[in-house]
């Protein structure tokens, strides 16, 4: 196989980290999810917690208080002077590029489609899904309360998104910022794994 990066963005419930495990594994290349944030956490000295709470589920309402101040991460020379959700994407911006360069691998979520734009090794995926079957599946596979898996949903969607037009001014979930949009709903799990699957197998 050449070498391929799957960047995978994703509902919150729609199945994408499974996907993205089954395609590692299938494939017999790392997944970097919850691994990335642990090195991030590593390298930054922050908790893991931290990292995933101040990243890509930072608030709306922190990530507008710092738009608003004209602040950039790209141009302030030392991380410990950033604003947190800022210093967590510099150090996960150079992760994430270190990855690509090394060898084939799977990347889930942290903006990776956007930092890897102009990678030519790179398949940019995003997973969608009905919203019943997102509920059912955050219920059963996060132990979320049924009366609040809704909103949980909701909440997620909104972090996501809200993460992912501060760190890139694109609109995520917009078709037009990956290579392959699928519904798992629509699909199947084990058919949205063999389409990736297949891309890179033979590219």
Partial sequence: MKKCIITIGRQCGSGGHSIGKSVADKLGIPLYDRKLVEIVAERSGLSAETVQREGEY???????????????????????????????????????????????????????????????????????????????????????????AESHVKNRGKKRAAYYKYLTDRVWGAATNYDLCLNSSKLGMVCCVDIICNYCLNR
Avoid at 64 to 80: L, M, T, V
Avoid at 111 to 123: G, K, T
Avoid at 125 to 147: D, L, N, Q, Y
């Fill in 58 to 148: 930072a608030s709306t309402s922190l990530l507008n208080s710092i738009a608003s101040r004209g602040y950039s991460a790209y141009n302030a020379y030392q991380r410990e002077n950033m604003f947190l959700p800022d210093q967590i994407n510099a150090y996960q911006t150079e992760l994430i590029k270190e990855l690509a360069e090394k060898d084939s691998c799977v990347i889930v979520g942290r903006c990776a489609d956007y930092i890897l734009q102009d990678n030519n090794d790179c398949l940019h995926v995003f997973i969608s899904a009905a919203m019943p079957e997102r509920i059912k599946r955050v219920i059963a596979e996060h132990g979320i309360a049924p009366e609040a």
